[in-house]
């Protein structure tokens, strides 16, 4: 049997949802992470400090004891978000990040960003202190094809912004294009990129071909296998601007398997099975640790963690759970159609 132990990971975006799906999931992420990012796109969303703080307190109180797990904050930015509260809240070390949802690009975006110039006053405040934006990196505008809306926002959105506030650190989110791993390395610095566990792995094939597949289906949509190529590259390449974030996002199956199902993929319960799986096959374990708990730290000006995993890889496949029950109904968990021979010891 085959070890590798690696220092404790972080997921640097999750969704972790409220009420009883928060009840249900995270007890997953707290199993394997030290950490986690979590997205404020609940219905109301994570607006305020105070909006924070509330839910810091749902979520601590759903985390199993004996799971050391410390989730980071973010704040929804909205077109009448308040440039002193943002600030409060990151000097409070309550808040960690602002999320760049632009309006109508993803689950619960309604109430995001129309006209980037109404949010300069906070971004401004944001790059004087050193706050990191989180981005959701996809134009809206219905005349673009959905397969191109990251690589226009990189045109129109993200270049101007980085011409304009230079200082402001940022981090593109589940980069899916080879245009987005392109452009983060062309800057050489307060720039990074998460990468999901799922988009390592399918591409759009695993939605469209044999059948709608709507377990695959999630935002931004999986692209063509060129760029599943490059988003591996970057993953296993050891490049400290690009880390493990899961955009791990539970829904109920009936509003997956619906004629309008919802964007998501719910991998936490498997993602460093995942993740072990598809360095093993870059011959990258060596650089799994950097993507999953060094990188990220590091760029978030945040101390590795001391505590350490240890991963093993056995004859048998693991039998994970296929789906996670809620109060509500079944999650279906993410199905890399390949047997995981690693699991976290």
């Known amino acids: 049997m085959k070890t590798l132990t690696i220092r404790r990971p972080d997921d640097w975006h999750v969704h972790f949802r409220d009420g009883e799906m928060l009840r249900a999931v995270a007890s997953d992420t707290s199993a ?21 703080a509330s839910y810091r307190e749902r979520i601590v109180a759903a985390v199993p004891p004996g799971h050391h797990f410390t989730p980071l904050m973010t704040l929804y930015l909205t077109e009448g978000t308040d440039a002193g509260d943002v600030e409060a809240g990151f000097r409070s070390g309550l808040v960690t990040a602002v999320k760049l949802y632009p309006a109508g690009a993803t689950t619960n975006s309604q109430s995001g960003v129309r006209d980037i110039d109404k949010v300069m006053p906070v971004l401004e405040r944001m790059a004087e202190i050193g706050m990191t934006l989180c981005v959701h990196g996809e134009v809206t505008d219905p005349s673009i094809d959905i397969f191109d809306r990251e690589a226009v926002f990189i045109e129109r959105v993200l270049q101007p912004l980085r011409a304009r506030l230079p200082e402001l650190r940022i981090v593109m989110e589940h980069v899916t294009t080879k245009d987005g791993v392109d452009y983060v390395r062309s800057q050489d610095r307060n720039t990074a990129a998460t990468l999901t566990t799922h988009h390592l792995i399918i591409n759009r094939n695993a939605i469209l071909a044999g ?7 999630c935002l931004p949509v999986a692209k063509r296998e060129e760029h599943r190529l490059a988003l591996r590259g970057a993953a296993t390449s050891g490049d400290a601007r690009f880390f493990l974030g ?11 398997e619906c ?55 056995h004859e048998t496949p693991w039998d994970y759970p296929r789906k996670r029950a809620t109060a509500e ?16 010891a």
């Open 329 to 344: 109904g079944d999650v279906t968990v993410f199905d890399p159609m390949f047997p995981l021979h690693w699991t976290v």
């Open 211 to 217: 059948g709608i597949r709507p377990h695959y289906y």
């Open 32 to 52: 394997d992470f030290a950490r986690a990012i979590i997205m404020p796109n609940l219905v109301p969303p994570v607006v305020t400090t105070a909006d924070a």
């Open 246 to 256: 899961t955009d791990s996002a539970p829904h109920l199956d009936p509003l997956k």
């Open 259 to 313: 004629a309008c199902g919802c964007a998501g993929i719910y991998s936490s319960v498997n993602t460093l099975s995942c993740l072990a799986h598809v360095f093993e096959e870059e011959g990258a374990l060596d650089k799994l640790e950097a993507f999953t708990s060094l990188n990220g730290p590091t760029f978030y000006r945040l101390a590795p963690n001391e505590a350490r995993v240890t991963l093993e890889r």
